[in-house]
């Protein structure tokens, strides 16, 4: 069985959403052993499901091939990429942001598949 690439960038999609959600969940465990940064995991952990509502949001939005939709989702990803580069930045910030580059870039290329004809 034979991938399209809409099928590969909406599966990026998914992986990211998924890692979010297991980070957001992880910033909320942090809480238990620190009670002193409870504040700030949080916020964390409130900014990942966040993101991860809007990824889905747009992921499942995708197939219906309007264009706001269509750069809602590139603006979103671009905003990804460069929230990272200004966060503290170790490996995990370099797989996410390389995450979200390879599904922006798999997203442009198939941008015929998801703009109005």
């Not at 960038?9 to 942090?30: A, D, E, N």
């Not at 590139?74 to 580069?85: A, K, P, Q, S």
Request: charged letters at 10%.
């Amino acid at each position: 069985m034979k991938l399209s690439l809409s099928q590969v960038v909406r599966g990026l999609f998914f992986l990211t959403v998924t890692i979010l959600v297991v980070f957001g969940f992880g910033s909320l465990f942090r809480v238990i052993g620190n009670p002193e940064g409870i504040a700030l995991y949080v916020f964390y952990a409130l900014i990942m499901f966040g993101d991860a509502a809007i990824l889905l949001f747009c992921a499942l939005q995708l197939n219906k091939r309007r264009k706001p939709i269509y750069l809602f989702t590139v603006i979103i990803l671009c905003m990804n990429i460069f929230l990272t580069i200004f966060d503290q930045f170790g490996l995990v910030d370099l797989l996410f942001l390389l995450l979200n580059l390879i599904t922006l870039i798999a997203l442009i290329i198939a941008r015929k598949e998801f703009l109005p004809a």
